[in-house]
């Protein structure tokens, strides 16, 4: 087994990783990401108790259990780039013998569930509504950086996409990966909007949204809204579902995101106060992973 140079799994002084701050051991197996730091004791605060904590820039941690389930949540920040970092980390944290340097025989797999705030591109999906992603389209790129990356992606909905929205060279080619179906069950329920969810490497530009720079193309959005593919249309905007199915089905670990839909950008809608939504979001995840 090869040993990854210290250059390229950097190991902090205190033997923890270099961006979380977390050590190996101190991770619980569901782990909970929520874009916002300020989200992260939210969730916490519903723990019976809290075994671990790290803060290191955007990336805010505590680790603990909920009606006995071992639970890790940890904010991550805004966009795919800061997934690269986070799912990495985790999965070296797991995967990764830090003494030896070495990539570990039997692997362990996580199940991820993202909770985050997200822009509906449907009229009939309103506000303070709850929306888990069956599919992921990223804007962003970055799961085309790996080998393997087409072995995932559903390169027919990817095509048919590219053609009928006439995706400009200038752009990054989009990528379309899929929910675990594991995850994406114990989610599911009635009051719970299913659908496809682009992630955005923006929040403006890259979303339709015109302040006062004009968009190449804009239309997009018309466009995306009324797109289907077989029986799936897209739902919603975010910045970081993508990646995170993407290099959780690379890695072998499972994921699913859930948003609130904060703001309806058909209606020119937004949320009188999402917070309310997002807490009882965070109940009901909770109460699934320790079902
Ligand atoms: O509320 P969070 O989880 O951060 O999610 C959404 O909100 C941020 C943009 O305001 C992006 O991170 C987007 O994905
Ligand atoms: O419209 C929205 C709302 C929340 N988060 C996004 O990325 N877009």
């Not at 990854?4 to 569901?30: R, T, Y």
């Not at 075994?51 to 941690?61: A, I, K, L, M, Q």
């Not at 329920?189 to 006062?212: N, W």
Request: net charge negative; glycine share 8%; hydrophobic share 35%.
């Amino acid at each position: 087994m090869s040993r990854i140079e210290e250059s390229e799994l950097i190991i902090n002084p205190d033997g923890s990783v270099f961006h979380l701050h977390i050590k190996p051991g101190e991770l619980a197996k569901n782990i909970i990401l929520v874009g916002d730091p300020g989200r992260v004791d939210t969730v916490a605060s519903s723990f019976d108790k809290t075994d671990y904590h790290s803060t290191n820039r955007e990336f805010v941690s505590r680790t603990g259990t909920y009606k006995g389930t071992p639970v890790t949540v940890l904010s991550t920040g805004i966009g795919t780039d800061n997934i690269d970092i986070v799912l990495n980390e985790l999965d070296a944290l797991v995967n990764i013998d830090f003494e030896s340097r070495t990539i570990k025989e039997e692997k362990t797999s996580l199940n991820i569930v993202r909770i985050g705030t997200s822009g509906s591109l449907q009229k009939d999906l309103p506000v303070d509504s709850w929306l888990l992603s069956h599919k992921a389209i990223g804007f962003d790129g970055l799961l085309n950086f790996y080998d393997g990356c087409e072995g995932i992606c559903n390169l027919g909905f990817e095509k048919k996409l590219m053609e009928e929205t006439g995706w400009s060279e200038r752009l990054t080619k989009p990528y379309v990966v899929e929910a675990s179906d594991k995850l994406f069950n114990l989610l599911d329920a009635p009051i719970v909007y299913k659908g496809v969810t682009i992630s955005a490497p923006g929040f403006y530009g890259p979303q339709g949204r015109v302040l006062r720079l004009p968009l190449k193309d804009a239309q997009i959005n018309d466009k995306l809204s009324a797109f289907r593919y077989e029986d799936e249309r897209i739902t919603n905007y975010e910045m970081e579902c993508s990646a995170i199915y993407g290099l959780s089905k690379l890695m072998g670990h499972h994921a699913a995101t859930v948003c609130a839909i904060i703001a309806n950008r058909k209606a020119g809608a937004y949320s009188k106060d999402y917070k309310p939504v997002i807490k009882s979001l965070i109940q009901y995840v909770l109460d699934r992973l320790a079902h």
